[in-house]
Each structure stands twice: as structure tokens, then as C-alpha cells.
């Protein structure tokens, strides 16, 4: 093996996993300055989690999409203060509700995606981030 060089073989590997996982980005400075509980997220660009929403959506992909502490964001996406601080409520949310993934499932069947409490609440957090008011609290599981 010659250092330096990317065996095809490898590079296969790497598409593939990049298509699956997506890349890891760093947060851009002046956002980490300005919000700094943004640093909190692990951030990925692309992966197969953006499509499986578009898809929940019918959609063919998303735009950014939290599993856990990880944020996936779409090839492409500007670095948009309002969507971060959504995504990032998510990741609370993932943290506070022990059961998250299944219940924002329910509630997106139940009541749509636009109308989950989960999407409005994070919609209600971004909002207040940017107009620098505190953060209102997390919604009770079950309430």
C-alpha cells in the first residue's frame, strides 16, 4: 500500500459509509459564539436517516433530521440559526423523553407532522432562542 493513495476498493467503502452515516461538520464559529448550547449537537451532513424521513414525509429527503445527540442536515443546507436551534430542541427532547422516538411517531400520526407537539414546541424554542428570550420548558411526556 502506497500512503497517500485512496485504494478504489477503499474509496467504495468510504461512499458507502458517507451514504449511510454522513460526514462529520463542524458548527461554524460565529453561530457556536452566538448560541453556544449549538456545540451540545454532534453535526453530519448527508446519510440515509435524511432520506428515511423525506420518506416518512413523501418526500425524498429532509432537511435536517436528530437522532439521538446527532443532527443530519441535507448536502446543500445553509447554516440557518432557526433550523439549528429546532434540530437542537430535538436533541433535549431525545434527552428528556426516554421513549421519544415512539411517541413523536404517534403524534405524527395522530396529529400530523406540522401539528406534532414535538415539531411546535421545537418551532416555539427556536423562536425564542433567536429573540433571545430563555428557552419555555420541555413538554411533559403524556401531557
Known sequence: ?????????????RRLLTALIGEPV???????????ELSRVRWRVDGLPLRVGGWCLGQRTVTGITLGRTVFLAPGTPWAPRLLLHELRHVEHFSAVPAFPLRYVCESLVRGYARNRYEVDADAFATARLAGAPPPPLPLPGA
Open 26 to 36: 463542524a458548527l461554524p464559529h460565529g453561530l457556536a459564539a452566538r448560541w453556544p
Open 1 to 13: 500500500m502506497v500512503p497517500g493513495v485512496v485504494v478504489p476498493q477503499r474509496a467504495g467503502w
